[in-house]
Nanobody
Framework: VQLQASGGGLVQAGDSRRLSCIAT????????VAWFRQAPGKGRESLAA????????YYSDSVKGRFTISRDNAKNTVYLQMDSLQPEDTAVYYC???????????????????WGQGTQVTVSS
């Protein structure tokens, strides 16, 4: 499985941006797909995940209410809609996939075995 993240760029504080993660996979529906980010000098942070099968969504407290994850299985694509962006959202954003991932591990980096290359989001004040 290969993942490709896109949609990053330079935005101003308060703007919105939608990231896309396209997967090359025969059975995309079996993969939980998540978004992580890594800011300069910091570790990778879990943001949101879309569960395999049910497409249930999970969010970290830091983005709940501002970010929305969604998926289109027909297009093998998962989206991350980001609203009210702030300078502290500046980071490289990664999508990651894992097949049949247990719900308890949706936000645990080491359980994801497929990663996209990352897309830079820079929010200016």
């Amino acid at each position: 499985v290969q993942l490709q993240a896109s949609g990053g760029g330079l935005v101003q504080a308060g703007d919105s941006r939608r990231l896309s993660c396209i997967a090359t996979a025969r059975s995309f529906n079996i993969y939980t797909v998540a978004w992580f980010r890594q800011a300069p000098g910091k570790g990778r942070e879990s943001l949101a995940a879309s569960r395999y099968g049910t497409s249930a969504t999970y969010y970290s407290d830091s983005v709940k209410g501002r970010f929305t994850i969604s998926r289109d299985n027909a297009k093998n694509t998962v989206y991350l809609q980001m609203d009210s962006l702030q300078p502290e959202d500046t980071a490289v954003y990664y999508c990651a996939g894992a097949n049949f991932l247990h719900d308890d591990y949706y936000n645990t980096e080491r359980y994801y075995n497929f990663w996209g290359q990352g897309t830079q989001v820079t929010v200016s004040s």
